[in-house]
């Protein structure tokens, strides 16, 4: 059975700094692409960053430099470091998992950002 489970989401103010985590279970972690998706309030889900098995990241052009994804194999957990976090980042953030046709999705975790 695959699971993705999301944790660290929170309620935290603006200019702070949050750290997810996606540990997956039922996967040959290693060899899947990984990212963190996020969905806002009547907004269509978005890709925030990505990590290829080698890898490789990239970032939406609204957390660059402010978000940092990252991988550990060893503990098949994936991590999305957030700092200088701003309202507009208020969503739920979802994790994937991706190799060839196969697509896994976690449960969601919820990040607001408010004072």
């Known amino acids: 059975q695959v699971q993705l489970v999301e944790s660290g989401g929170g309620l935290v103010q603006p200019g702070g700094s949050l750290r997810l985590s996606c540990a997956a279970s039922g996967i040959a972690f290693n060899l899947y692409n990984m990212g963190w998706y996020r969905q806002a309030p009547g907004k269509k889900r978005e890709l925030v960053a990505g990590?290829?098995?080698?890898?490789?990241?990239n970032y939406a052009d609204s957390v660059k430099g402010r978000f940092t994804i990252s991988r550990d194999n060893a503990e098949n957990t994936v991590y999305l470091q957030m700092s200088s976090l701003k309202p507009e980042d208020t969503a739920v953030y979802y994790c994937?998992?991706?190799?060839?046709?196969?697509?896994?999705w976690g449960q969601g975790t919820q990040v607001t950002v408010s004072s």
């Open positions: 994937n998992a991706v190799w060839t046709i196969l697509t896994y």
């Open positions: 990590i290829t098995s080698g890898g490789t990241t």
